[in-house]
């Protein structure tokens, strides 16, 4: 295969800059994105701390810790919750339907508590010790409280939709529920990747797309379906948010190798430590040449080896350098484009207000652009 | 306290038999419960194992095999898949909402489906390594599996019930998830109890009607309100549920510390074993006398101690003759009796058909009598 190839057979043409949409960046100059991800974050954050509240004793200390509002200790803290991506697009998504930004609070409370669960579960199936520059919960509470906490979180976003007790909360707790399991779907493809010596670029887009993709996708409807959006401008919203997601992880692909660690809150090489068969990886693989060759080499022995984590700074450089020399990394920012390209031409077939296309076209631009 | 005072201050008379049950057995002599229980189980297992089968591999094996449909080599099985009392009383629940058995079907399934999601992380919580006679699934498949295939059966519980698409259902997946929650409640605050040197007796039962009685007064009311019964009539079906669970769970702790492993599938003490407060040893705790004071100096030394795993048979008969002693063993016989009361006292409150009421209150007999 080659690399100037999209997944679909499409030539992508050669950018001139690793910033994916950096020549994007002006396509919507009104749009203030901090003000617009501080709003999913002001609105969200006290009906999220008030379904946190209703867990038991030690559940709401260790989500607590989790989403950065106590440290270990349990002292007050202003952690990182994290960029709140999810929150800004499931508030737009309600406006895009007509409705109010608050229509869609509980749906972007709901999201945010499933990708927290997915994330409290992650984080332990992958042995990661760090997550937003902090211990990760199992690290600092035990496997325990992360599995348990994690379940409490999945429960609580029904909770917070159903008990709405309308058809549309009923209709947004089904999507939810798709898309978490299509999550669940992408965790199991991924973990299986790891110790496998082949993976397709095909087979690694369809994980990503339901590891990444789905969600995102849910927070573009679920707000509109809250507002009363039908299935069909539902599905086109989520199309975008499809895209979107796997825009996204083909940038947070490039972070996992060659991220720096003081921004992304990770170790160094964190993706290479974990053998995860993540896009640069499977790109250079299918290439052709002898940096691919030597790549294939190395990651079939790593594949049988249970020493990977031991390994020094210079061997993890030496598979990044591969990689990069094999065509992955570049490949990687191209089809973070092309995923960014196809996204904005779903939303464009959605009817809505253009300043709400305008601020979801920003929000894109913002995830293709972001260096953590 | 007394051993004889029951947990509202009633006095529990004192009964000959140690089936607490046994003087209920014919009061419903028309009923074939084997049939019964056989009718939960054919019509809910297609719809079962259709759900199961939307994961995605390895996913779909490893739920197969906990279900007991195949084995570890992934050979056909004829698995011991429970009593399927959750189903049984899922049916019943939608036809004494005046329903046909069918309606509750989905509710059957999506309750088995959360039961079997908290089986699977409780077994790698609390480190269980037999489940229905066979190793359990961390075991068998490691325990990011049994992570991951808990989450997707919860996730696929919330599908199967939403996709009905109706408002009945949104109010069926609302209960469920609020149950579900209080189920995690429960298993967090056992995880919290082995650690604490003393558990009330009413902790405890608060724990088990968490863990127990959440999702069996579930199963009792989900068939009902897919059947269009309103709230009046699912709370007060969910009563009668909550207090089988609570006489359900008093009969598993007996079976916990005496139980025969042939019978149950376990470990000899497991609950021992595990340090579990279950209901004979916090009331033997609460009890006076030099058998008491005995247990209470042994367990706190115990609760300290990182070998209990390793404590010799003779140990842990020595505990458990202590708790008999000390009259748990008799108190938890009687709190089984007075909750399978109280389940009846629920029951009764409720119009429905007669011969469903018998078969419903046959299925509570049962529960209590049963010897695995």
Chains 1, 2 share one sequence.
Request: net charge negative.
């Amino acid at each position: 295969m080659s690399l100037r190839t999209g997944t679909r057979g499409e030539t992508v043409p050669p950018v001139p800059s690793a910033h994916a949409a950096e020549d994007t960046a002006d396509r919507a100059p009104g749009v203030d994105i901090a003000a617009l991800l501080e709003r999913g974050r002001t609105m969200t954050a006290p009906v999220l701390r008030a379904a946190v509240d209703r867990l038991a004793p030690p559940m709401d200390t260790v989500a607590s810790y989790h989403f950065g509002w106590i440290d270990a200790q349990g002292r007050p803290a202003d952690g990182d919750g994290g960029k709140a991506v999810r929150p800004a697009l499931a508030l737009l998504s309600a406006e895009a339907a007509g409705a109010p930004a608050e229509v869609g609070v509980p749906g972007a409370v709901a999201v945010e508590l499933v990708h927290n669960f997915s994330l409290l579960h992650d984080d332990l199936m992958d042995g990661d010790e760090q997550r937003r520059h902090r211990d990760t919960v199992w690290k600092v509470h035990g496997p325990a409280q992360a599995i348990l906490v994690g379940d409490a979180l999945f429960a609580l976003a029904g909770e917070v939709l159903l008990e709405l007790g309308t058809v549309e909360a009923g209709r947004a707790a089904r999507r939810l529920t798709v898309a978490t399991r299509k999550l669940i779907d992408g965790q199991a493809q991924d973990i299986s990747y790891e110790h496998r010596e082949r993976v397709t670029v095909e087979e690694c887009l369809e994980m990503e797309g339901n590891k990444t993709g789905a969600l995102l996708a849910c927070a573009v409807s679920i707000g509109a379906v809250l507002g009363g959006a039908d299935d069909r401008v539902a599905d086109r919203l989520e199309a975008y948010g499809h895209h979107l997601g796997l825009a996204f992880q083909a940038i947070d692909d490039l972070l996992g190798i060659w991220g720096d660690p003081e921004a992304t809150g990770k170790q160094t090489w964190s993706d290479l430590r974990q053998r995860k068969k993540s896009l640069p990886v499977v790109a250079a693989l299918a290439a052709e040449g002898p940096a691919a060759a030597r790549l294939g080499e190395l990651l079939a022995a790593d594949a049988k080896s249970s020493d990977v984590e031991n390994f020094s700074e210079e061997e993890f450089a030496a598979r990044a350098a591969l990689i990069e020399e094999a065509g992955g990394r570049e490949w990687t920012v191209q089809e973070a484009r092309r995923q960014h390209a196809v996204a904005i031409e779903a939303l464009d077939s959605v009817d809505m207000p253009g300043h709400i296309r305008d601020q979801l076209a920003a929000l894109a631009d913002f995830v293709v652009v972001r260096k953590r």
